[in-house]
């Protein structure tokens, strides 16, 4: 059983509109959740964290984390074509300090 | 500061060969950690070391892969015999303390080809 589910995509949203991304996870021990933004050829950068439930805002991006249910998920309004990439969910199994990745939703802003 | 540095950037080498990848960690950072990219398993950790020391190696995939880090501020992965398997994105990454928490920075990646 994988640890971090993504939906691949792609995900094409317009221009303006709220971008959702998605992950659940199958370690309830889980306590630490972050959001990579990967452009294409480039390596990953970190650009939220989110450690107890609820949501959390930077910006125009606000992570979600519900606990009980297992998911966490990133938003992203006013979506510009620069957000076009692919986004990791990530998070640290309950007792672990590897990182266990998901493979990835790529994300697709057109103009 | 001029982030993590990977080199090379790009490798293309025949099956058998050895490859060694090196990493210049962010000067100051405590952990270095090396992950391999590829379509199919997506982003995994191989290796990290905390104060030059290898904490945690168990995602090295077989003993063909090996990693060092003589110093705080130098890193290789080596594969010997490589394998066309092994063909993938290699990202070494580094951060300032010593949980997977805290933030990791990655380099720019080397995109290894074993033909």
């Known amino acids: 059983q994988k640890e971090v589910e993504q939906n691949s995509g792609p995900l094409s949203v317009p221009e303006g509109a709220i971008a959702s991304l998605n992950c659940t996870y199958s370690?309830?021990?889980?306590?630490?959740f972050f959001w990579y933004r990967q452009y294409s050829g480039k390596s990953p950068e970190l650009i939220m964290s989110i450690y107890s439930n609820g949501d959390k805002e930077d910006g125009r991006f606000t992570a979600q984390l519900n606990k009980a249910s297992q998911y966490v998920s990133l938003l992203i309004r006013d979506s510009q074509p620069s957000d076009s990439a692919t986004y990791l969910c990530a998070l640290l199994p309950g007792g672990s300090e590897k990182l266990v990745f998901g493979k990835g939703t790529k994300l697709t802003v057109n103009p | 500061d001029a982030g993590v540095i990977q080199s090379p950037r790009h490798e293309v080498t025949e099956m058998g060969q050895e490859v060694t990848l090196r990493c210049k960690p962010i000067?100051?950072?405590?952990?270095l950690f090396w992950y391999r990219q590829t379509m199919m398993r997506g982003l995994e950790l191989l290796i990290y070391f905390n104060n030059n020391v290898p904490i945690d190696d168990s995602g090295m995939p077989e003993d063909r892969f090996s990693a060092k880090m003589p110093n705080a501020s130098f890193s290789t992965l080596k594969i010997q015999p490589s394998e066309p398997r092994d063909s993938a994105v290699y990202f070494c990454?580094?951060?300032?303390?010593?949980?997977?928490?805290?933030?990791?920075?990655f380099g720019p990646g080397t995109r290894l080809t074993v033909l």
């Open positions: 370690d309830r021990g889980s306590q630490s």
């Open positions: 000067s100051g950072h405590n952990s």
């Open positions: 990454a580094s951060s300032f303390g010593a949980s997977g928490a805290d933030t990791q920075y």
